[in-house]
């Protein structure tokens, strides 16, 4: 990705949008169109619930996973398209320690506490604050001292934008009002390029631009340590086809990456992932400005009822969710996810969707 432009930059520094509240507490799904992308998303964990993408011969197809109806998210269990919050993915222990004090969280996952706990981002009705079909939506949230054990007041803006004719932006902003906080928001959408209802992604060819990753344990905890992927199943540093190394890995993948700096732009934007679909010529390419990527080949899928009645099984989708390190409040080491009064959390992720 070259240099952004000074309207991408301008796009990238918009303001928090609080105040304008429209029909708060209200779910509704609201749709951005742009060419012949669509994309549709509900307020209900600011989430994507489809994107429509062309193949080389121009035909559409619905390439992220989901349900039909905003009902069926309430129920839903493997977080399709939510934004995910206040800290995503694992927190050890379901416990950490801030300023000298030690706070307990529901845990949700065995002994720890995964995505925000049970009612994360991901369950909670956000407010839409601006709306442009052709152009963008912007979901606000505040979250409350002590929500799901958390400290402090936060205010959260989310918004998806389409920005020239082939890429989507998702910018994420928190800003904690009174106490400081950890905070790592992610996208958790599911991604099948040839389609949602097409099959599994083991034929999809991934490149990932993290030389590294995060050990975990069992309980998929990291480890404190960082190891090179050299050598290693986790090795995607040149395009390979998922199914080339996964039978490698009984759960299939579900790791942090570390993603490597790229030159002078790397404090604000690195070049995170590619995708490639060869059957239908669809290619995802994906920037961001966070430390981390979680790759997961959605191993706990099993029979569920999605779209149009299609069934979702073990490897129909593979996520690419940007993020700071799992359990970064329980490892010194770690880039810090510690945010303060006065300051802002900003999180960007860029999309460009082709097909060749």
């Not at 949700?108 to 079909?133: A, C, M, R, Y």
């Not at 959260?156 to 890429?167: E, G, L, R």
């Not at 299939?252 to 679909?277: C, L, T």
Request: glycine letters at 10%; one cysteine or more; aromatic letters at 12%.
């Amino acid at each position: 990705m070259s240099k952004p432009s000074l309207a991408f930059c301008i796009l990238l520094g918009l303001v928090f949008l609080f105040g304008v509240d429209a029909e708060s507490g209200k779910v509704g799904i609201y749709e951005l169109r742009r060419g012949q992308f669509q994309i549709k998303l509900t307020n209900y964990g600011a989430t994507i619930m489809s994107l429509m993408v062309p193949d080389r011969h121009g035909k559409l197809a619905d390439i992220v996973l989901g349900f039909d109806s905003v009902d069926s998210y309430k129920n839903d269990t493997v977080y399709f398209g939510a934004l995910i919050g206040r800290v995503a993915n694992r927190i050890g222990g379901a416990h950490f320690t801030l300023n000298g004090k030690t706070y307990r969280l529901p845990a949700n996952d065995g002994n720890n506490t995964l995505h925000g706990g049970p009612k994360g981002f991901s369950e909670v009705i956000w407010n839409v604050t601006s709306h442009k079909v052709d152009s963008h939506i912007t979901f606000t949230y505040v979250s409350s001292d002590k929500e799901q054990g958390f400290p402090g007041k936060l205010k959260v803006v989310v918004t998806y934008m389409f920005f020239q004719t082939n890429k989507l932006i998702v910018k994420m902003k928190a800003k904690p009002i009174d106490k400081a906080t950890p905070v790592n928001l992610a996208q958790h959408s599911y991604w099948n390029l040839r389609g949602h209802d097409s099959g599994d992604i083991l034929s999809h060819t991934i490149q990932l631009f993290g030389s590294q990753i995060t050990p975990v344990n069992e309980e998929l905890i990291p480890t404190g340590e960082i190891k090179p992927v050299k050598g290693t199943p986790y090795d995607f540093l040149k395009p390979k086809e998922i199914a080339s190394q996964i039978h490698k890995l009984p759960n299939g993948y579900d790791i942090n990456y570390v993603v490597d700096e790229n030159g002078n732009n790397s404090k604000h934007f690195r070049r995170v992932a590619v995708v490639k679909d060869s059957v239908s010529g669809r290619k995802m390419e994906l920037w961001s400005n966070q430390p981390g990527v979680q790759f997961y080949t959605g191993n706990m899928l099993k029979d569920v009822k999605g779209k149009g009645g299609f069934i979702y099984h073990r490897f129909g989708a593979l996520c690419l969710e940007t993020q700071g390190f799992p359990d970064s409040v329980n490892h010194p080491n770690f880039p810090s996810q510690i945010v303060y009064p006065g300051q802002i959390y900003k999180h960007f992720m860029v999309y460009r969707f082709t097909a060749e």
